[in-house]
């Protein structure tokens, strides 16, 4: 069974295309940067439809 990630590197491009960061992402999120960090590192699933709803990008998408 393939294992499913956060595509990191997608959602970091996508805030560099919008010129914004983690801690505006943070924000948006109601959260600390460094929950948002944390999220990131660890593959945190959950996060991906919170954070494709921000980005305005399917959270299908930010899966690999």
Known sequence: ????????????DELNRLGKNQTWLADKLNMTRQNISYMLTHNSLRAAE???DVL???PKDLLK
Do not use: F
């Open 50 to 52: 919170r954070i494709g």
């Open 1 to 12: 069974m393939k294992k499913i990630y956060l595509n990191r590197k997608k959602i970091k």
């Open 56 to 58: 305005g990008i399917e």
